[in-house]
């Protein structure tokens, strides 16, 4: 072997360029699904408050 890689066909450096335009989108999805992760880990289950009809009459009577 002498570590030499092979050149790429036509139509894979079309596909490379192609790739290498939209470099940014892949960055800012990514960035996008860390920050929602984030979010959601930090979220505490036992701040939300739901109240149903019935729930809700006990808590304040009318």
């Given at each position: 072997m002498s570590g030499v890689a092979a050149p790429l066909s036509a139509s894979e450096q079309r596909t490379m360029l192609d790739a290498a335009?939209?470099?940014w989108l892949f960055?800012?999805?990514g960035t996008?699904?860390?920050?929602?992760s984030i979010i959601v880990f930090r979220?505490?289950?036992t701040t939300v408050s739901s109240s149903t009809p019935a729930t809700r009459s006990r808590r304040s009577p009318r």
């Open positions: 335009r939209v470099w960055l800012i999805t996008a699904w860390l920050l929602f979220f505490d289950y």
